[in-house]
């Protein structure tokens, strides 16, 4: 097939704005392309030569794009470099100078469709050493042979720059009536797609076997599926209305989306965008190995950042971090991850996309060997808008965004690639930054568990409730602690260890070891919110609610001057909270 072919399409898809009329010119590009060239075809017309999350990209510079040209046209790279200041479009100058060029040959060959995507391939894997005179040789040698037409399109697609403005969609639209009879058949191609974020092999599939191909078509471990997403509503009872009186709440875990794909012993990850982010998580790859028990399966998690000491979850911007840093083996010891598993969209063989939600709930909690690093996303079933609020509260205290509620009705599968009604998240509108450190007694701990075996791994914290006389718990902290501190703190509260709960003490919750209210702690968190177990001003602000500090951290310093009854106190607290309130932009 002759790439001139091809570049005509470009240019008149380029010389419209007009949507109908560009897929009029792509059905009509689709139908003159032989069926084993389609894929090819397909990736072309998007400024690629592969599905993007393969990570295969062409992405020339420019000053070596213009060495090549220079090359293929027999001119001096200065006045290619004059040119590209006037006109701004390398591909523009590239034709311009092979138009010159072309009235003083007679003789070359015409290029091919499969010429050119043979050369650009080579120049997106070549590299090492020679890397560089290689791809200008390749890029060289299809200009030499281009018409100036076709010279223009290659220059822009080899620097990333062709933009033809074809959507996906529009893509599936041409193919729908070149290969699938007409419109009609857009739903099944748009769901080939949404299950596996690969154009070329949906082109390929109905070209070459038309609807029953596409009826059939099967998910791959290795391609990623398009992620369903969420829609937002602001208050229990609406969420529970709109999913039907009845949801699964699960905790929206503040981390980053990942889908992963296991076959034996390989496994691939892809990020919300589809990329390929594998090599970023090579302990999510060696968790996923080890706590999913199929041979081959896709499931969906979010990937969140833990404290290695306490195992709390640690604020999303430190799971940055991770993005940052260039020497992984580092950053994975910095920053070690937890999976928390919300979906599973494929079981050895069996696409339970299609399936609805309690179905494929049931198989992840059959599937995932749940540790400490690897779970299956905090959830409670519930009609109730007050126990949805209260466990909204339990999991905001506990360093999530909020909740995703989700349908559990017949409708329920797995929308791949869209935006609905059958997963609704509960986020907030307000926050409490917490700008001022507080003062808190020690009022009972919690034991520590791998590198803090034989030490507390968390402190029991309280502030003072200066009319009742009774300290109310407000968090439960076990960051901010030096190896020193670790061993300090249990000789120091030895002496006031009593056998259960102090009279003076308000909790839901029940310590391991519990004290006398003696010793004051300085303890910063990341803002105040509302919690269904802290009691600290319980109903002061909301019904069933106290207050809670969010991701607590110890400053460093003992309080030894103050008495427990100098603690901070339970109004101070309640002050903060109101005087913080703060709209949250999203
Ligand atoms: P948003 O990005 O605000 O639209 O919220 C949707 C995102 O929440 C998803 O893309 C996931 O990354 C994340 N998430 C966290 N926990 C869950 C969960 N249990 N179910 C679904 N999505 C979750």
Known sequence: MRYLLVANVYEQIENTTKRLEMTDYLVDLFKKTPKDLIDKVVYLTQGKIYPDFMGIEIGMAEKLVIRAIARAAGRRIKELEEDFRKTGDLGETAQKFLERKLQLTFAYKPLTVERVYKALDKIARASGAGSIDQKIALLAGI?????????????????????????????????????????????????????????????????????????????????????????????????????????????????????????????????????????????????VKSHIKPFSAIIEAECVSVDPETGEMRPFQELMHRRRKHDIRKAIEEYPVSLFIFDVLYVDGRDLTLEEYPVRHKILEEIVDETDRVQIAKYLITDDPKELEAFFEEAIENGCEGLVCKSLGKESIYQAGSRGWLWIKYKRDYKSEMTDAVDLTVVGAFHGRGKRAGTYGALLLAAYNHEEDVFETVCKCGSGFTDKDLEKIPKMMEPYIIPHRHARVKTKLEADVWFEPKIVLEVIGAEITLSPVHTCGMGSIREGSGLAIRFPRFTGRYRLDKSAEDSTTVNEIIEMYKRQLKRIES
Do not use: W
């Open 143 to 287: 200009l030499s042979d281009a018409e100036p037409k076709e010279a223009k399109y290659i220059v822009r697609t080899v620097t990333g720059k062709l933009r033809l403005g074809i959507a996906d969609m529009t893509v599936l639209d041409a193919l729908a009536i070149a290969y699938g009879g007409g419109k009609e058949a857009r739903p099944l191609l748009e769901r080939a797609y949404n299950v596996s974020s690969d154009l070329g092999q949906v082109a390929k599939v109905v070209a070459e076997n038309g609807l029953e191909g596409l009826k059939n078509f099967k998910i791959s471990v290795g391609k990623p599926i398009r992620p369903m997403l969420a829609e937002r509503l602001s208050s229990p009872e609406e969420i529970l209305e709109k999913l039907g009186g009845k949801c699964i709440a699960e905790y929206k875990y503040d981390g980053e989306r990942v889908q992963a794909h296991k076959k034996g012993d390989e496994v691939f990850l892809f990020s919300r965008r589809l990329e390929n982010i594998t090599n970023q998580f090579p302990d999510a790859v060696e968790l």
